[in-house]
């Protein structure tokens, strides 16, 4: 494998988590991480054992670039034959480009590993053992947790994995704050929403972890919303040729749920025939946005069905939108109009924003420093 | 034999047959972690049937309270014994299968993980700040996933010799 290491755009930061529980065991020279391997996007951090500094702090786009066989010599820097995130993205017109992960895990496994050497790479963690508790889709199973081990083998010494909406619930709170009494304990009483890129998850969190009957996942989510703006618009522009890749930049610029004379518009430029065009996708995206609301808010009222009466007036006011799909402009606004328009009283829908990928790394990192010895599992290479 | 009324009632005998049958449905959706279902099989189902089979069975009162004991005291007793054998032949196959993988990350391990399809999800509650419980109940659900995945709950139970010969009042009439 080869990367060039010096142009990436993407910065190790060093910074704090005070909010982190104190660690307890491990052996000198471990080092702790908390991965979230998203589809679009993975945040690691890692940390001593017996600190709360933090070594890595980074976000990273999971995108692998293979160099194409006709490209220029030093075009790519250092004429390397795969890139990864930033700079993957950056001359992507040179790379075949791979995601390895869809609807949060991987589909393609020789990309994944790649990309998971390439983190370890970055890190620099130096020669101890590597311990990492890395996030999974609720709706997750044993292939791809089995496929995530295989990617993993030699990146880590041990692995955890523990469901993505347990990891935001715990990364969200601040333990710090606990004696506050201005404080809202986030896992006493709320509602996660987790919009990613291949699976939306809506979750009871009430005091404990969620269990089987508190949470609902559905595959329509950021990927399914590009699938029903890339058809609309290639309807009203047959000529243009959209791509799914170019679709998701439209709607990562213009996502919003306002109604469609409210919305600023989305004006877009693409190349047809060699030449600028300048298309609206106003209507194409909206209803893509649409869509998702909507499916979210059937699972919302689902969801509230089932939690016990006495506790849903404190549970609406702690309705919290967190993932990709919550960058989503006016989103938490439009899901709480229609929880009002529906009859449901003085809901409250907060959205974490563009932090939302920190949450499930750094629950990751402060479940990794509570797990027992017994409860990590070793891959051996 | 008492249960004579039970099995000269046509009505009766097939009512009997129902709760024995939604008994044993229970104990093997606890197995399986399905807690909630086998909750509402014994909690709104059962005691429809029951009150149906007492009301036309013709015994007395006690009678029908002291068949119902042995009963779920038997299905119980059968549910555990196939638990306990399932564990140890699960643990057997996981033994081996973990052995082969890290041997070689053998296809055959791998063939059978590819039949637990379904997420891993908590079956019981752990409060948020018990980390160290939440794995250990992931490591359980997966485990049970797994266990599920190379000798079925179901399977194991109805394959067992002594479930068949259990001395139902329909079986004593035959």
Known sequence: MSSSKNSSSASALVSSDSNSPIPQTTATNTVLVGLDWGTNMSCVMAAAPNSTELMVHEQ????????????????????????????????????????????????????????????????????????????????????????ARAAL????????????????????????????????????????????AGSTDVCLVQGHYPTVNDQLSATFAGDAVDQVILEAASVAYPDCGFTPTRIREFKEKHASVFNEGSASPAIVTVMVGGKPRKVDLTSQIAAGCDALLQKVFAMVVELIGRANPDLVSELLQNVIVTGGGSLMRGFGVALQSKLIEEGFENPRVNVLGQNYKDYVARGALKTARLAKDRQWQTLID | ?????????????????????????????????????????????????????????????????????ELFAREQEAARIAALQRRLIVDEVCSRLQVQRNANDSVEGRVVVKEALRPLQLRHRVPIDDVVGMLDALQQAERGELAEAILPARQNFSSLSFVSQLPYPDAARE
């Open chain 1, 153 to 196: 083998k030699g990146v880590f010494h041990k692995v955890i994995f523990v469901p993505e909406p347990f990891l935001a619930a715990l990364g969200y709170r601040d333990e710090s704050r606990l004696s506050d009494p201005d404080y809202q304990d986030p896992v006493l009483n709320s509602l996660y929403i987790d919009i990613g």
């Open chain 2, 1 to 69: 034999m008492q249960s004579n009324a039970v099995v000269t009632c046509p009505k009766a005998s097939k009512l009997w047959q129902e709760i024995v049958g939604t008994t044993r449905e229970a104990c093997l959706l606890r197995q399986e972690g399905r807690e909630q279902e086998a909750v509402d099989l014994l909690q709104q189902q059962l005691p429809v049937t029951i009150r149906q089979w007492s009301n036309s069975c013709g015994e007395s009162p006690e009678r029908c309270r002291e068949m119902l004991r």
């Open chain 1, 60 to 147: 990273i786009p999971t995108v692998v670039g293979y160099a194409n066989e006709n490209v220029l010599e030093g075009v790519i820097p250092g004429d390397a034959k795969v890139l990864f995130g930033r700079e993957a993205q950056r001359y992507a017109n040179h790379l075949n480009v791979v995601r390895p992960l869809r609807g949060g895990v991987i589909k393609e496994r020789a990309a994944a590993r790649a990309f998971a050497l390439h983190l370890r790479d970055r890190m620099n963690l130096g020669e101890g053992e590597i311990r990492a508790v890395v996030g999974m889709p609720a709706s997750s199973d044993a292939v791809a947790r089995e496929d």
